[in-house]
């Protein structure tokens, strides 16, 4: 079993807040990741780091931040939430090396009213 | 750019076997995977397959690659209504992140 974590696993929250979704991994993987998945099931890839203080944009824009101060903490912040930011959120890691097998944690379910 | 297709959904009866494919476009994947997603979870690997393999058996599952045709199949064998999940084809390109197909959802029938 993976040991990557998400917190909170569910949040309702208003128009305009501040949030910060919590991602952390204790098996000393270089690599994280953010994805937002429609109710449709797609995944897109919004956010990436490949190492501490390394973080990259990914194919689907978005207008939320991380940081990876830490190797093993992947924060991501949207400054003022809306609407369409309601979806579920992935966080994963990986460890560089020939199988590059993406762990996944178990979501954040993301409602903005 | 690299794409990865998957169709949408499948249904099957429980004890059939199913079978969920996959093309991809860039020929120069290492590694192809399969994950599952159950409901409010995140993906799990399910299996995977190095390039120059043309198959991978591991108890109930089945992947076959045809690299000539960049199509990658999965192959559960006994579907069970537990099977009944998103499942997912992604390649691995290198070092950069994987890509994934849209997913496929599978129902199972009892």
């Known amino acids: 079993e993976a040991d990557i974590y998400q917190t909170p696993r569910y949040l309702v929250i208003g128009t305009g807040k501040k949030i910060t979704l919590e991602c952390s991994q204790t098996?000393?993987?270089?690599?994280m990741y953010w994805y937002q998945q429609d109710p449709g099931m797609e995944l897109h890839l919004i956010h990436y780091?490949?190492?501490?203080?390394?973080?990259e944009k990914g194919d689907l824009s978005s207008e939320s931040t991380v940081s990876r101060i830490r190797t093993e903490h992947f924060p991501l912040t949207l400054e003022s939430a809306r609407p369409s930011h309601t979806s579920q959120y992935l966080c994963a890691s990986s460890e560089t090396g020939r199988v590059n097998e993406q762990f996944f944690g178990p979501g954040t379910r993301l409602t903005v009213l | 750019g690299e794409d990865v297709e998957q169709s949408l959904f499948l249904s099957v009866r429980e004890g059939d076997s199913s079978v969920i494919n996959c093309t991809y476009t860039?020929?120069?994947?290492?590694?192809l995977y399969w994950y599952k997603q159950e409901p409010g979870a995140g993906l799990q690997l399910l299996t995977y397959i190095f390039s120059n393999m043309d198959m991978k058996q591991d108890q109930r599952l089945t992947v076959l690659l045809n690299k000539k045709d960049k199509h990658l199949s999965l192959r559960i064998a006994d579907t069970q209504t537990g099977d009944s999940a998103i499942y997912f084809c992604?390649?691995?390109?290198?070092?950069?992140?994987?890509?994934f197909g849209k997913g496929t959802r599978l129902s199972v029938i009892a």
């Open positions: 098996m000393g993987h270089d690599k």
């Open positions: 780091s490949y190492g501490v203080n390394s973080t």
């Open positions: 992604a390649e691995s390109i290198g070092n950069t992140p994987l890509v």
């Open positions: 860039d020929s120069s994947s290492t590694y």
